[in-house]
Every structure is written in C-alpha cells, then in structure tokens.
C-alpha cells in the first residue's frame, strides 16, 4: 500500500511541472505584477480538497485531528521558511519538482533542507524544536474555536473562491501569439500545451484528497506533507531503520520527483543546469532555513498552506 505513495506523488510533481504550479510565484505575482491568477489558483485546490476530505470525515472513512496551535513556533517558523524561499528560489515542493527538472541548484537547496529537517526532528536540535512548540493554544481548529460546525467556514470559502474565479475568467483576454503545435494528440496535451492555472488546480485537489485516503490506509492518518517524509529519507539513508522512516510520505516525495523528471522529459524541457557559486551557497542556504522554518512551523506551503488551510485551522 505505501506504493500508492508513489503514484500519488508521482501524480502530484507531473502535473505541478506542466502546470507550473508555484505557491511562492502565486504570491510573489500578486504583489509584483498584480497577477492573482496563481493565488485563485491556490484557493480552488484548498477549497475541493476541504469540501471532499470533511464529506470523508463524515462518511467515516477516515480520521482527522487539528490537535493543539503552537501557535509561537508557527508564525516564527513560517516567517523564516518565507525567508528560505526567497533564498532557495522555490518553496519546498518546488523544489522537487524543479530537481526533476535538472537543475542542480534545486538538488543543492534540497540537501540542505533534508538534512535542517531531520536536525530538528531527531537531532542535535530536536530539543530546540520541540521547546518552542511548548507554547501552544488549547485548540487549532477554527470551527472548535467558535463552537460550531465547519461548513460555514467551507462555505464561505466556496463562495469566494467562485466568485474570483469568475471574476477572473471574465476579465478581457489579451491575445498572444503561440507557436505552431509540434506535436498531436495525446502527446500535445500531456507535453506541450500548458496546463491552465486553474485546471492545474483542480487537478492538484483531487490529488490533495486522494491522498488521504491512501495514507491512512498505511496507518499514516495525514494527507500531502513534504517536510517530515524529506527528513525521513535522509535518516533511513544514515540509520537503516526501515520500520520507522520508510513510509507513505518518503514514497511520496520520491514520486514528486519521479513526476517532474517524466514531465520534464516528455515535453523537452529536462536538462542539467549548475548554478553559479553564488546561486549555489544561496540555495543550500535557502533550503537550510526552510527546514528550520518548516519544522517549527509545522508543515511547509504544501503541509501548511494547502493542507492545513483546508483543515480550517489555525496553523494553516
């Protein structure tokens, strides 16, 4: 069952490279180009992924527990994984995916992230990890929090994410000229006609909610997550121990990357690039602060941003 892991993920960085589905370019074209595209994009995958995981929840077909808000850890965390971003040139599950790309910027930023996490989850500075997370608020749920049921809040976000949408494909389409399809077919739509953002989107909450299912069918009671899975790969390679770190979140990962490079090859797009030295210590620099940020935050752009927001809490 934890193969499943590998076609989900595999799944997830195909479709994230043909899409180029970049939470941190969403955000950076917001305020950079006034582009909100990539944002609504972002709220169409949170959105089906909280309307199905919740009717799951409901079924009683799988389980779900927001937990505690450390709420210090999250806001510090975040803030400094925003900072590895910038630094990395691409948040975590960028960073994969663009590693099946071949650039081997990506590949450095990787390492470093890998190897932060797993210093915070089982090393030297696990005790820092988990001293700060002692501050903490007695419920992360938002519905919790109020008292009453989640979907008002689901909802409400249906709602406007709707509305932006239509707001968005209504708005006058600039005409840009495109070159002459060189492929047919199947092979043109898998590997040479862009994805649309928001049909990107849709796919990757599909992907989101199948991923809960399959998880917690390997005992793994969570839905995408890439931090914990990255450290989990460096420290099965170091310790050997394949009951405690092989898992559907390393499989996972590994499919990402698996995705990207098929992506990536298909469409001729996959080649080596090395960075400068400068590029190259500011991406092994970047990568080391969003395991840093990540792991006190709990959770990256995908575990916190796409997942946990879906969850309607507070750490999302």
């Known amino acids: 069952m934890m193969l499943t892991g590998l076609l989900c993920g595999a799944l997830l960085g195909f479709v994230m490279q043909r899409g180029r589905f970049c939470l941190t370019g969403g955000f950076r074209d917001m ?17 089906i992924q909280s309307i199905g995981v919740f009717a799951l929840i409901q079924l009683g077909l799988i389980e779900f527990s927001a937990g505690t808000f450390p709420w210090v850890a999250t806001v510090v965390g975040s803030f400094i ?3 590895g971003i910038i630094l990395a040139g691409g948040c975590a599950t960028g960073t994969w995916y663009r590693a099946g790309e071949g650039l081997i910027g990506s ?17 030297a500075l696990a005790p820092l990890n988990n001293g700060i997370k002692k501050v903490e608020a007695p419920a992360n749920s938002i519905p919790d929090t109020f008292g009453i049921s ?3 809040f689901i909802a409400l976000l249906a709602i406007i ?28 739509l898998l590997f040479e006609k862009r994805l649309h953002p928001f049909f990107t989107a ?32 460096l420290q099965y390679l ?21 995705g990207s490079f098929i992506a990536a090859k298909g469409s001729r797009e996959f080649r080596f690039r090395a960075p400068d030295a400068k590029t190259a ?36």
């Open 238 to 258: 170091v310790t050997g121990d394949s009951d405690k770190y092989v898992n559907w979140g390393m499989f996972l990962v590994l499919g990402i990357l698996i």
């Open 81 to 83: 994984f925003g900072i």
């Open 161 to 188: 994410t709707i509305v932006m949408v239509i707001r968005t494909l209504r708005k006058p389409k600039v005409a840009i000229p495109a070159m002459k399809p060189k492929r047919t077919g199947l092979s043109h």
């Open 202 to 233: 849709i796919l990757v909450g599909l992907i989101a909610l199948l991923a809960w299912p399959l998880s917690e069918a390997t005992g793994r009671m969570s839905g995408l997550g890439i931090t914990t899975p990255s450290a989990n790969i």
């Open 281 to 316: 210590v500011s991406s092994f620099a970047g990568g080391i602060l969003m395991g840093f940020g990540a792991s006190w935050a709990g959770g990256c752009s995908i575990g916190n941003g796409l997942v946990m927001t879906a969850m309607m809490t507070w750490q999302g």
């Open 107 to 123: 590949w450095i930023a990787l390492f470093g992230y890998m190897a932060m996490s797993a210093t915070m989850k089982s090393g």
């Open 31 to 47: 305020y950079l180009t006034k582009d909100n595209r990539m944002f609504y994009a972002l709220l169409i995958a949170i959105s």
């Open 150 to 152: 989640v979907w008002p």
